[in-house]
T-cell receptor, first 113, second 111 residues
Framework: DGGITQSPKYLFRKEGQNVTLSCEQNLNHDAMYWYRQDPGQGLRLIYYSQIVNDFQKGDIAEGYSVSREKKESFPLTVTSAQKNPTAFYLC????????????FGSGTRLTVV | GENVEQHPSTLSVQEGDSAVIKCTYSDSASNYFPWYKQELGKGPQLIIDIRSNVGEKKDQRIAVTLNKTAKHFSLHITETQPEDSAVYFCAASTNAGKSTFGDGTTLTVKP
């Protein structure tokens, strides 16, 4: 079955550490996105990528980094520069330029301990 | 850029009643309006969408209406059931770009 997989589901990070969240899709979608969701809040865009080897900052990119070396993969690194990283992180994919909506992963809950 | 406002932020209805969630958008170039349902601890799922050449679309108990002139669109859920309880997000996008999301509506259906 086609889909988008995020791992791990839960992640704990010590202060000062970088952590990488995985996102893989087998939908042959061009575009991929990372969103942050805080409790009771909406979706805030961190980074997005339309094609391989290209990505753009979203509204809250500070303290995060991404790469897009393969069409299927769009990992997100939460760096130690992100002062408040505890949140629910959602990855999504879509066909760029055609409006068919986003397919979301099941999310990664990151907690700083 | 696009701005999407969503109301209400919380909505509580009795089982069997109808629920309506409204969104407004600012960019007249937006032509695609999806709605997503997010259950607790999960990622949002697309439940219905509408394009700018259509005024209304129905899928069983859910429907979406679009008023391009007023730049607003709404989600209607009839005969609500407890399993409809979730957070609902509206969004707007153009052909060229990414979607802009509303802040979400938490719907609670009381048995």
């Amino acid at each position: 079955d086609g889909g988008i997989t995020q791992s791990p589901k839960y992640l704990f990070r010590k202060e000062g550490q970088n952590v990488t969240l995985s996102c893989e899709q087998n939908l042959n979608h061009d575009a991929m996105y990372w969103y942050r969701q805080d409790p009771g809040q909406g979706l805030r865009l961190i980074y997005y990528s339309q094609i391989v080897n290209d990505f753009q900052k979203g509204d809250i990119a500070e303290g995060y980094s991404v790469s897009r070396e393969k069409k299927e993969s769009f990992p997100l690194t939460v760096t130690s520069a992100q002062k408040n990283p505890t949140a629910f992180y959602l990855c999504a994919s879509s066909i760029w330029g055609l409006n068919y909506g986003y397919t979301f992963g099941s999310g990664t809950r990151l907690t700083v301990v | 850029g696009e701005n999407v406002e969503q109301h209400p932020s919380t909505l509580s209805v009795q089982e069997g009643d109808s629920a309506v969630i409204k969104c407004t958008y600012s960019d007249s170039a937006s032509n695609y309006f999806p709605w997503y349902k997010q259950e607790l601890g999960k990622g949002p799922q697309l439940i219905i969408d509408i394009r700018s050449n259509v005024g209304e679309k129905k899928d069983q108990r859910i429907a979406v209406t679009l008023n391009k002139t007023a730049k607003h669109f709404s989600l209607h859920i009839t005969e609500t059931q407890p399993e409809d309880s979730a957070v609902y997000f509206c969004a707007a996008s153009t052909n060229a770009g990414k979607s802009t999301f509303g802040d979400g509506t938490t719907l609670t259906v009381k048995p």
